[in-house]
Nanobody, 119 residues
Framework: QLVESGGGLVQSGGSLRLSCAAS????????MSWVRQAPGKGLEWVSK????????TYADSVKGRFTISRDNAKNTLSLQMNSLKPEDTAVYYC??????????????RGQGTQVTVSS
């Protein structure tokens, strides 16, 4: 199970920190991602982190503004979002990949948390 929290309404330029609590599987064994879905649009990948936390990657749209991290001891995935823009408005989902392989596909995601950025 993946349960996201931390979403809300923030002004443009503001910050939010999203969290995802994982349970029911060995969290430290899996690559994890954040994905988002804006109103009327498809699912967009945002960021990915290796099972050990040492490798991360970001979509160009968020690079330099968002930071993904994980605490394997607490089974928690986080996304620090700074310099938020109205176009970041979306439902944000925590997603598990199928294995510890960097190239593995996503195979499960949580229910999501709404992030709304006002201009």
């Amino acid at each position: 199970q993946l349960v996201e929290s931390g979403g809300g309404l923030v002004q443009s330029g503001g910050s939010l920190r999203l969290s995802c609590a994982a349970s029911g599987f060995t969290f430290s064994n899996y690559v994890m991602s954040w994905v988002r879905q804006a109103p009327g649009k498809g699912l967009e990948w945002v960021s990915k982190i290796h099972s050990g936390g040492g490798i991360t990657t970001y979509a160009d749209s968020v690079k330099g503004r968002f930071t993904i991290s994980r605490d394997n001891a607490k089974n928690t995935l986080s996304l620090q979002m700074n310099s938020l823009k109205p176009e970041d408005t979306a439902v944000y989902y925590c997603a598990k990949h199928a294995s510890s392989r960097w190239s593995s596909e996503r195979d499960y995601r949580g229910q999501g948390t709404q992030v709304t950025v006002s201009s």
